[in-house]
């Protein structure tokens, strides 16, 4: 009989195609300060959850539009219900939730679905 | 360091904690889940949302959605495909409905200020506990006053096998795969709704019944409620109770008749035991500051304000002793408990005339007392008993079950026929019962009810063109419209 599955706690994501080194899990606050925070590249931060559907959508479509941006910016995601204290920390209530950060500073959000379209505008506005 | 500590983080925990929160006090939560002897763990929210009304209320509505299936042929719908049940698929849509949940208590809480610990809280001294979180790290925190809002989880049966083979409704609503061929040991609500919906979705489902069914419920409603069950393919083995259960290659299980030397021997995919639940009050160092529990089932008696032997220490839900475990009564108990400790309130709890519903494949809605009780309390000969059978217009056209829904009500002949007890067997029971709660608490009497039009067509305006007695005898078979 098997336990229901408990979540992975150090798994890192292989992104689709070109996404292998633009997109990262956040595996803890550390790693959060050193590749997020502490980056000299911007990134967005996609916090997500397993149990969200629209998050399921977004994800691989956020990580394919960073990766067309020839690593000018770089992609985190963060499970909230593993990184509760990221989540509360940055303010997140919905998922997803996607922060842009510069230099630490979070310097533009969005919450829910965005196409293609509006994820590249919300990209290059980033990269500057 | 805090006005108000609360262990346990359920209906009742959360919406007392919310309430003293929302009145300016400083409020800790403290929440934490022992898995399960297969290791089956869940988040904030308690029974109800987890392993409780949530995932059982959906997962009838599974089954029923199956039932409409079928009748939806003899409603002209036409389709080549053999309909077939996914189990994996309806528990993961399920179980991300409940994260959802579970992360939005986490946030409602955070936005009320209200301090949420996912540990495990102990008493070690008066107005002192320690909180020992799933890594071992242990921290202690003092309060001024404290709710115990612990809950209760499954009991088993103490035989061999039991803790490695079977499962309880604490696995079933996110177990990975299907049960498959389930025999269900108990005759509560949860053992009858679980066989239900697990026989709804196709599976080869057996009940085993050690005496009645629904104790403490209107014995004539439960036998009903069986009944249809057992028209409907679920398997009953009646005043025969488990002795071991064992793996020599699928899953065996023997069970001993209460009556004689008989026997019984067959080979499940699941058992799930539903036997009854134990309050959670046994390691939490009540004894160290002197709260007197229940001793037989750990259950916590309380005063008409929900407040325990010990002065600073009150309790809520489902722990209580003599209480109805019942969610909402829960979540009602917390608020008005936290409005009288800090908002100068001084309204109790009414725990008289709480609706309920039995969530059966033929459901079961009452407000009241059980005709049993009534007679106990007011004797025979001052009740009238008005009931009768009745016939979903729903259901004619696919040509189910015709005189098999029922509905009765208990006036106390005493009291200008106030009514005492209402009883529904039927579709929507919760949805026709929820209503009539309401009238009950207004001192409904049966001339209100006649006076009462009803709706038409619907199943719930039987109760107010209910002319045949019990006492009169007369036939209540439906003929025609």
Known sequence: LVPRAPPAPYHRTIGTSAGCRSTFNVQDDRDFQDRVVNNPKPVVVDFHARWCGPCKILGPRLEKMVAKQDGKVLMAKVDIDDHTDLAVEYEVSAVPTVLAMKNGDVVDKFVGIKDEDQLEAFLKKLIG | ?481
């Open chain 2, 1 to 481: 360091d805090y006005d108000l500590i609360i262990i346990g983080g359920g209906s009742g925990g959360l919406a007392c904690s919310k309430e003293a929160a929302a009145l300016g006090k400083k409020v800790m939560v403290l929440d934490y889940v022992v898995p399960t002897p297969l290791g089956t763990s869940w988040g904030l929210g308690g029974t109800c949302v987890n392993v409780g009304c949530i995932p059982k209320k959906l997962m009838h509505q599974a089954a029923l959605l199956g039932q409409a299936l079928q009748d939806s042929r003899k409603y002209g719908w036409q389709y080549e495909e053999q309909v077939k049940h996914n189990w994996e698929v309806m528990v993961e849509a399920i179980q991300n409905y409940i994260g959802s949940l579970n992360w939005g208590y986490r946030v409602s809480l955070r936005e009320k200020s209200v301090t949420y610990l996912n540990s495990y809280g102990e008493f070690i001294e008066p107005h002192k506990i320690k909180a020992t979180n799933r890594k071992g790290q242990v921290t202690y925190h003092t309060a001024e006053t404290f709710v115990l809002a612990t809950g209760e989880r499954p009991r088993y049966l103490g035989i061999p096998g039991d803790k490695e083979y079977c499962i309880t409704s604490d696995d079933l609503f996110s177990l990975p795969y299907c049960p498959g061929k389930t025999l269900v040991v108990g005759a509560s609500y949860v053992a009858l709704e679980c066989a239900g919906f697990l026989a709804g979705l196709g599976l080869d489902v057996t009940v085993m019944v050690r005496s009645i069914l629904l104790r403490g419920f209107d014995q004539e409603m439960a036998e009903k409620v069986g009944a249809y069950m057992e028209t409907h393919g679920v398997k009953f083995i009646r005043k025969f109770v488990p002795v071991q259960a064992s793996m020599p290659g699928r899953l065996k299980v023997t069970a001993k008749s209460t009556e004689g030397p008989e026997i019984f021997e067959e080979e499940y995919n699941t058992v799930l035991i539903a036997v009854g639940r134990d309050a959670c009050t046994r390691n939490i160092g009540l004894e160290t500051i002197g709260v007197k529990i229940n001793e037989k089932n750990g259950k916590v008696p309380v005063n008409d304000e929900e407040q325990t032997n010990v002065p600073y220490v009150y309790a809520i839900g489902d722990i209580l002793e003599g209480k109805l475990e019942l969610t909402p009564v829960a979540i009602q108990a917390g608020r008005l408990l936290a409005r009288r400790l800090y908002g100068g309130s001084s309204t109790k709890c009414d725990y008289i005339n709480v609706p309920t519903t039995v969530f059966t494949p033929l459901e079961y809605g009452s407000c009241g007392l059980a005709e049993e009780r009534a007679i106990e309390e007011y004797g025979k000969q001052n009740l009238e008993v008005y009931h009768s059978l009745f016939w979903p217009l729903e259901w004619t056209v696919p040509g189910r079950d015709n005189n098999t829904c029922y509905a009765k009500i208990i006036c106390s002949k005493l009291d200008n026929n106030r009514v005492i007890g209402l009883h529904v067997l039927g579709p929507n029971a919760g949805e026709v019962t929820q209503g009539f709660a309401a009238a009950i608490k207004c001192g409904l009497t049966k001339e209100l009810l006649d006076e009462t039009i009803g709706i038409h067509p619907t199943c719930a305006e039987v109760f107010t063109t209910m002319d045949i007695t019990k006492s009169s005898g007369q036939d209540i078979t439906q003929r025609g419209c």
